[in-house]
């Protein structure tokens, strides 16, 4: 068996009220996460939550993953992204042109995601998460099937997605031009070993893989970098 994504986890000056605005964005329910305080379970068929670790370190660069939420409609693009300003997000302008038919916005603590417009086949069946689009490489796409055990849905021009075998938000490394990497940035990966499962074999695997360790021991999860550099964690079994 392999670690499962538990999480996708925003660092926060302000974790609550963070939360509080991806909650009323994706209809998500706020609950006490054992781990960092605070986090969101999905009322959907979403299969990770998302965790708000608290942070001292303001953000400075774009980051190198951001969510695609998905439309049904013109006018349902349109409602959400009115949501979102109302939540206490904002427009963004990360050189888009003119003539893209998404619309970027940034949460309240500036990081980016996007409302794509209908129609978009790639998404199709998604869900409203349609995808968390990451910058990165393919020989990462490749890792990341592994490790979760997600097959490749995508590859070709040296873009990659991975989506769980019972579908939901794929995950989509772009490709080139790649943004440099900051370590684990302010969004990343957090894993669950397998249930009852050896934490140190979990390790060993992901290292086979092709991770590297970065911290043997952060508040007893285990911190590694994937073939890119990008951080994330594996947690303590529960």
């Not at 392999?2 to 925003?10: E, P």
């Not at 086949?121 to 490790?147: K, Q, R």
């Amino acid at each position: 068996m392999t670690s499962h994504l538990f999480a996708i986890s925003f660092d926060a000056l302000e974790p609550l009220p963070l939360a509080r605005f991806w909650s009323g964005l994706l209809g998500w329910e706020i609950v006490d996460d054992p781990r960092e305080g605070v986090g969101l379970v999905p009322t959907d068929d979403t299969g990770f939550r998302l965790r708000f670790p608290p942070t001292e370190q303001p953000k400075v660069v774009q980051n190198l993953m951001h969510f695609d939420l998905t439309s049904t409609s013109l006018d349902d693009q349109e409602r959400t992204v009115a949501r979102a300003i109302e939540l206490g997000g904002r427009h963004l302008d990360i050189g888009q042109g003119p003539d893209v038919d998404h619309v970027v916005l940034a949460d309240p603590e500036g990081n980016e995601f996007d409302v794509i417009a209908p129609g978009n086949n790639f998404l199709a069946g998604c869900g409203f998460v349609g995808a968390l689009a990451c910058d990165g490489t393919p020989e990462v796409g490749y890792f990341w099937a592994e490790a979760l055990g997600w097959p490749l849905v995508w590859d070709q021009d040296q873009e990659t997605a991975i989506q769980s075998p019972r579908g939901g938000t794929k995950i989509t490394w772009g490709g080139p031009p790649y943004m440099s990497s900051e370590g684990r940035g302010r969004v990343s990966f957090d894993l669950a070993p397998p249930v009852d499962g050896d934490q140190q074999a979990e390790v060993d695997r992901l290292l086979a893989l092709g991770a590297t360790l970065v911290d043997a021991d952060q508040a007893g999860a285990v911190v590694l970098a994937d073939p890119d550099g990008t951080h994330f964690r594996l947690l303590t079994p529960r």
